[in-house]
């Protein structure tokens, strides 16, 4: 049977079958991780395990200064003019050297306060200061990776997700087993530098070939448009980080650790099957949005990404709901109480991938007020709804809160995306 041109020419399928193997070999190695522990450390483990991991991407935003989708912007728009990606790489640079310094700085002198804050205990000061060390390793991973992603180097940058993920997955095992918690936590935050050093080894030629590493200066020409990108990335990554922490403390406060457990279990199911779209979306998305100029290109190019990907993603999600009973059984077998959390992540989860996709189009055209108005709006309405909600369904009521904010967050986007291109035809006529 032969496959029609339509299908064979469709780039963001390709990267989108690609990703799904990527992904799919993630997903085992991942379920079975998950199981592991939530067998050995329990929920409240999970809950630590959960505060971490959105100190880490709090931590990669700092650490770069937020300028990655700056990167993967640029990059994907000068890569065929080495004057403009020097002048990029230098004030990607500076950036760089001065978040490390500042970032690392904090994490030594706040170690106690930040283990007490985050973790509820002085026990993990040893883990922040181990984090301090790392941030070296987050911000330089952090850039190289968005220049492969501004390059659309995907099939390249699919094997090094794929092989780092397989030893961080072995690392984690291995001190899991013999340190229980505080192994796999020690784990956790020295991934970054294995991502790093996987990432040099597979793509340094290229990187060499784009960066002019003996020609770099301590200058910021491109700091304007960079600092763009550390706005909208301080509202985007750690706002929603620290309200993630935020929220599972109120959970064990106002319930218990073993809920806050049970809703970042959930959590973590989520983000297994949305990590497959944050490749398209730096890959595929922001680049052909930043060269996307009118209304009618931008529809027809929306319209494109979503008769891919929405009917993927939502028959993907209607198996998982079906089979949820099986899937706790197999990830998460001791946590009763889960079953009613997954309607509303779903549904929550579909409105913002076809959200997301919009929100895309913020980055792509620098429309920082937009962005910075609509993420505020999103991370208020979850914090609110929240706050509310716990007290009349428990836990479930975060992941009612979840839905309803990106219901409200997608016509939001929606109408200031398309309000954007009716101020571009008036300044054109």
Do not use: C
Request: charged share 15%; no cysteine.
């Amino acid at each position: 049977m032969k496959i029609p041109e339509s299908i064979k020419g469709n780039i963001l399928l390709k990267m989108t079958s690609l990703n799904a193997g990527v992904i799919g070999v993630r997903l085992v190695i991942s379920l079975f991780i998950q199981r592991l522990l939530a067998e050995i450390v329990g929920e409240a483990g999970i809950a630590k395990i959960g505060s971490l991991r959105n100190l880490l991407e709090m931590l990669s935003s700092f650490a770069s200064v937020g300028i990655f989708s700056g990167v993967v912007k640029y990059v994907a728009e000068y890569q065929n003019n080495k004057e403009q990606l020097q002048k990029l790489f230098s004030t990607t640079f500076v950036f760089t050297v001065l978040g490390t310094i500042v970032v690392s700085a904090v994490l030594f002198i706040g170690s106690d306060y930040l283990s007490t804050t985050i973790f509820e205990s002085s026990d993990y000061i040893y883990l922040i200061k181990l984090l301090a060390v790392m941030v070296p390793f987050i911000s330089m991973y952090r850039i190289f990776n968005g220049i492969v992603n501004g390059l659309s180097r995907y099939k390249k940058l699919a094997g090094i997700d794929l092989f780092s993920y397989i030893i961080s997955a072995i690392l984690t095992v291995v001190l899991l087993l013999t340190n229980n918690i505080d192994g796999a936590l020690i784990a956790i935050a020295i991934t970054p530098a294995l991502q790093f050093f996987v990432l040099l080894f597979i793509f340094i030629k290229v990187l060499r070939e784009y960066v002019q590493f003996s020609q770099l200066t301590f200058k910021m020409p491109m700091a304007k448009g960079l600092l763009a990108f550390s706005l909208m990335s301080f509202f985007s990554t750690v706002l929603l980080n620290y309200v993630e922490i935020d929220i599972r403390v109120m959970i064990q406060n106002r319930i218990n650790i073993n809920d806050a457990g049970i809703w970042t279990a959930m959590t973590n199911i989520s983000k297994n099957y949305m990590v497959f779209s944050s490749a398209i979306f730096t890959l595929y998305v922001l680049p052909k949005f930043a060269s996307i100029h009118n209304k009618n290109d931008f529809k027809a190019e929306l319209f494109n990404i979503y008769k891919t990907l929405l009917p993927l993603f939502g028959v993907g999600m209607l198996l998982i709901y079906f089979l949820r009973d099986y899937v706790i059984m197999i990830i998460y077998p001791d946590f009763h109480g889960m079953e009613s959390l997954f309607k509303w992540q779903l549904l929550g989860d579909f409105i913002r991938l076809a959200a997301l996709v919009l929100g895309y189009q913020f980055l792509a055209k620098k429309m920082v007020r937009n962005f910075i108005f609509s993420e505020v709006l999103s991370l208020a309405l979850f914090y609110g709804f929240a706050y509310y909600f716990v007290d009349i369904y428990g836990v479930e009521g975060v992941v009612i809160a979840h839905f309803l904010r990106y219901f409200i967050y997608f016509f939001v986007v929606l109408y200031l995306v398309f309000r954007y291109f009716k101020k571009q035809r008036k300044k054109e006529s």
